[in-house]
Nanobody
Framework: QVQLVESGGGLVQAGGSLNLSCAASRNIFGFGAMYWYRQAAPGKQREWVGYITRSGDIFYRGSVKGRFTMSRDNAKNALYLQMSSLKVEDTGVYYC?????????WGQGTQVTVSS
């Protein structure tokens, strides 16, 4: 079992920055890729924002490339997402995700709202 807890969301004006964190309840060193997803609104499809592999390779969806930075701290069992130059379309609930032990684990999400 893994519990994931996201934090750091909030309300920010367009062009601003936010830093999200995801704390895992156990050692993440052995995990494979860890993801950030977002969901713009209830009923809309959750989309991946980026992921970081066990070896540290990082991949971003095109719309956030150059603005978002992911990192992973195995010693702190944490995943991070630094977001800058935020746009209104970045608004949504942000979730961290990992697939381990043969199943997907999700946090409860943290709301990010970008105002114009």
């Amino acid at each position: 079992q893994v519990q994931l807890v996201e934090s750091g969301g909030g309300l920010v004006q367009a062009g601003g920055s936010l830093n999200l964190s995801c704390a895992a309840s156990r050692n993440i060193f052995g995990f494979g890729a860890m993801y950030w997803y977002r969901q713009a609104a209830p009923g809309k499809q959750r989309e991946w924002v980026g992921y970081i592999t066990r070896s540290g390779d990082i991949f971003y969806r095109g719309s956030v490339k150059g603005r978002f930075t992911m990192s992973r701290d195995n010693a702190k069992n944490a995943l991070y997402l630094q977001m800058s130059s935020l746009k209104v379309e970045d608004t949504g609930v942000y979730y961290c995700n990992v697939n381990t032990d043969g199943r997907d684990y999700w946090g409860q999400g943290t709301q990010v709202t970008v105002s114009s």
